[in-house]
């Protein structure tokens, strides 16, 4: 990918249009950036698109669906519209977090890890992160309720491998829906297509590539079957 098309592009009509929809009246940062977040994650649902990462955040915002990675640059470009200093941060993460989502038979052909994204924002002049978007309310309710069942910490796109867990609107204090799970940090990046051609990225191999669209539909009829728990 050429890393000058930008991902988070914040300057789109929709994107600025929406930013100014979602922080009106709102008078601080704080109030602006939970607005954001609310909007992220319950009106922007967990699921899979068919494109995988290279989705331009004005996509996902006409889609109204997506996942970690893309849905980081949706709201990278939303706090970049509405003037809150936000970096995207990346990782690799434990591929078991989608056990339960993924279909069974695809866990041998997948990567131990994958490519992850959360939004780190400053407030106050400390840099906070932010990851409990990532899930709408709905569908983590009944992964919640999947995965103690399973007895398992990680799965159902959910991790409580650092002990607690939340999709609420937070900076870790009531506890992260991914960050459990990461296994290799890897910054802070101005875009998410930056970190996609660097290094550090971890590439689909073409067979992954071609599979991928049938696993993202049976993924997604998986997920509407959890929220409806």
């Keep these: 990918m050429n890393a000058t098309v930008m991902l988070s592009d914040f300057n789109h009509p929709s994107i600025v249009e929406k930013a100014k929809e979602l922080t009106e009246g709102k ?6 950036l939970e607005a954001i977040f609310y909007f992220m994650r319950d ?57 339960g989502i993924f ?29 409990s978007h990532i899930n709408d309310k709905a569908f983590y309710e009944g992964a919640l309720k999947r995965l103690k069942r399973s007895g398992r910490p990680i799965g159902y796109s959910v991790s409580f491998m650092d002990g607690k867990s939340s999709c609420e609107f937070n900076f870790g204090e009531k506890g992260f829906v991914h960050m459990g799970a990461v296994i290799e940090d890897h910054g802070t990046w101005e875009d ?3 970190y996609i051609s660097s290094e550090k990225y971890v590439r689909m191999n073409r067979m992954q590539s071609m599979s991928y669209p049938i696993m993202a539909a049976i993924s997604n009829r998986t997920i509407e079957r959890i929220r409806k728990e």
């Design 27 to 32: 008078a601080t940062r704080l109030e602006k």
């Design 43 to 99: 009106s922007i649902k967990f699921g899979f698109p068919s494109t995988w990462d290279e989705l331009k955040a004005s996509e996902v915002l006409e889609l109204g669906f997506s996942y970690c990675n893309t849905k980081a640059s949706l709201f990278l470009a939303l706090c970049k519209a509405s003037n809150i200093p936000a970096k995207i941060h990346c990782a690799l993460i434990d591929i078991e977090i989608m056990r």
């Design 103 to 131: 279909p069974g038979f695809a866990f041998p052909f997948l990567p131990k890890a994958g490519a992850h994204s959360w939004i780190d924002v400053e407030i106050d002049g400390e840099w906070k992160p932010i990851d």
């Design 192 to 194: 998410l297509s930056e």
